[in-house]
Nanobody, 126 residues
Framework: QVLMVESGGGLVQAGGSLRLSCTAS????????MAWFRQAPGKEREFVAS??????????GDLADFVKGRFTISRDGKNSMSLQMSTLKPEDTAVYYC?????????????????WGQGTQVTVSS
């Protein structure tokens, strides 16, 4: 059984930074893809970033266009990842979820992911 836990959300002013972390107990192969999604009130859950295995101990990050240049994703071993968020905007306000899937590929559709955390709130004030 996989249990995913997020941490690091909070309240920050526009232009500020936050770092989110996710640890997934039960992910042991190291080939699973991990990702961040977010969901704002009244909106659908959307893909933010992912980190996928490309061989040996190497992972590559992928970012949604609307966070490129502001967010950075990193993989911290087989079952942990972080999302460094900078230059935050009020429109980044959402519940951020970490997710994982057993395939070494990404998919922006939330229904294609196998495991989910409970989410952590990020609020950016103007």
């Amino acid at each position: 059984q996989v249990l995913m836990v997020e941490s690091g959300g909070g309240l920050v002013q526009a232009g500020g930074s936050l770092r989110l972390s996710c640890t997934a107990s039960g992910l042991n192969k190291g080939t699973e893809t991990m990702a961040w999604f977010r969901q704002a009130p009244g909106k659908e859950r959307e893909f933010v970033a992912s980190t996928r295995w490309t061989g040996a101990n190497h992972y590559i990050g992928d970012l949604a266009d609307f966070v490129k240049g502001r967010f950075t994703i990193s993989r911290d071993g087989k079952n942990s990842m972080s999302l460094q968020m900078s230059t935050l905007k009020p429109e980044d306000t959402a519940v951020y979820y970490c997710a994982a899937r057993t395939y070494s590929t990404i998919d922006s559709r939330s229904g294609r992911w196998d495991y989910w955390g409970q989410g952590t709130q990020v609020t950016v004030s103007s």
